[in-house]
């Protein structure tokens, strides 16, 4: 089957660093893309990482490993408005599958 | 704002009706995708349209169906409605075939009861 696992929840403090992981089995993989999705709102595009190696956009990085299926997204210097879910999600032709989201606490 | 647009906003109905949900691409984008987000989900994909054509098949129900228009508008068809289909349905675009970068609309929140 195909799916993508993500920790559910994750906590860190304003200003710190986190990391949200993600690890994939799918078939006909083309890229890892993460999106945020604020409550109430619609998903928004933070990144894409086609190729192995580290995405950098502003605070938020990617990196992804093909050999090894798996993912991470990288926030530095948290804000309490990166309070929200992220998800990972993979491409496979036109195919697009999502993670179950990672809901992040950022704590004053 | 994603530039993607969906109506209704909110959508209350009853087991067994049928609604239509629309929803408009970011100017220039060929692609819409369909999601369903049930509460506290993730997004399940349904369905893909590239420029008039299907082109991808998730999940979809067959009391489901979707179209795409001539001029990209795409509507989402949910028939013989039952509770669990209460969910957050969204709209997505992106420019090409690629389905990497989507631009989401601001869905539409059905509620069956």
């Known amino acids: 089957g195909q799916s993508l696992e993500q920790p559910s929840e994750v906590t860190a403090v304003e200003g710190a660093i986190v990391q949200i992981n993600c690890t994939y089995q799918?078939?006909?993989?083309?890229?890892l893309s993460w999106y945020q999705q604020h409550d109430g709102g619609a998903p928004t595009f933070l990144s894409y990482?086609?190729?192995?190696g580290l995405e950098e956009t502003g605070r938020f990085s990617s990196f992804l490993s093909r050999s090894d299926s798996y993912g991470y997204l990288l926030l530095q210097e948290l804000q309490m408005k990166d309070s929200a879910s992220y998800f990972c999600?993979?491409?496979?032709?036109?195919?697009?599958?999502f993670g179950a989201g990672t809901r992040l606490f950022v704590k004053a | 704002d994603s530039g993607v647009t969906q109506t209704p906003k909110h959508l209350i109905t009853a087991t067994g009706q049928r609604v239509t949900l629309r929803c408009s691409p970011r100017s220039g984008d060929l692609s819409v995708y369909w999601y369903q987000q049930s509460l506290d989900q993730g997004l399940q994909f349904l369905i893909q349209y590239y420029n008039g054509e299907e082109r991808a098949k998730g999940n979809i129900l067959e009391r489901f169906s979707a179209q795409q228009f001539p001029d990209l508008h795409s509507e989402l068809n949910l028939s013989s409605l039952e509770l669990g289909d209460s969910a957050l349905y969204f709209c997505?675009?992106?420019?090409?075939?690629?389905?990497?970068?989507?631009?989401f609309g601001p869905g539409t929140r059905l509620t069956v009861t």
């Open positions: 999600a993979s491409t496979g032709g036109f195919k697009t599958i």
């Open positions: 990482n086609a190729l192995d």
């Open positions: 997505a675009s992106s420019a090409g075939l690629d389905s990497y970068e989507q631009y």
């Open positions: 799918t078939s006909g993989f083309y890229g």
